[in-house]
C-alpha cells in the first residue's frame, strides 16, 4: 500500500499560541504557549504524531523552543513527546533539541524533566535573550 504522507501542519504564533510547523522529518513549537484551552491546541498536534510514528521511518528533527509554557501546554508537550517515544529506532531517528533563554533555569530543567522520562537523545541550546 503507497504512504499517503501527512498534511504539513503550519500554525501561525499569536499572543498565547506557539508557532508550529510539522512536516516530514521536522516537528517545531517555538514561541509563547499560554492558552487557557491548550488541549483545544495540541489534540491534532498529538494526533499528527501519533499518526507520523506509524509511517516509514525517517530521521526526525524535534525543535521545541518556548518564551513561556503554562502548566496544561507542558502536559501536552510532554505527551507528544511520549508518543515520539514510540517511534521505531528513536534513540537513533529522533533528535530533539530545546532551547531556553540564557539564565532560564525554569525552562531547561523543564526540559530535564521531560527528558527524564523518555529514552530519547536531547541536546540543549542555550540563547541569548531577545
Known amino acids: 500500500m503507497a504512504d499517503m504522507g501527512l ?6 504564533p499569536t499572543k498565547v499560541t506557539p508557532q508550529v510547523l ?3 522529518g521536522h516537528l517545531e513549537i517555538r514561541g509563547r504557549s499560554i492558552a487557557e484551552n491548550a488541549s483545544e491546541f495540541y489534540r491534532p498536534l498529538e494526533a499528527w504524531v501519533a ?3 506509524e509511517q516509514p521511518e525517517v530521521r526526525t528533527r524535534v525543535i521545541l523552543s518556548f ?3 503554562n502548566t496544561s501546554s507542558t502536559k501536552w508537550v510532554y505527551s507528544i ?3 515520539l517515544a514510540l517511534y ?3 534513540r537513533e531517528n ?6 531556553y533563554e540564557k539564565g532560564d533555569e525554569e525552562q531547561y530543567e523543564l526540559g530535564q524533566i521531560i527528558q527524564s522520562f523518555i529514552d530519547c537523545p536531547f541536546i540543549y541550546y542555550e540563547t541569548e535573550q531577545t
Open 7 to 12: 498534511e504539513i501542519i503550519k500554525i501561525e
Open 22 to 24: 510539522f512536516l516530514e
Open 51 to 53: 499518526a507520523y510514528v
Open 67 to 69: 518564551d513561556f509554557i
Open 81 to 83: 513527546i511520549k508518543r
Open 88 to 90: 521505531p529506532n528513536v
Open 94 to 99: 529522533v533528535s530533539i533539541e530545546w532551547f
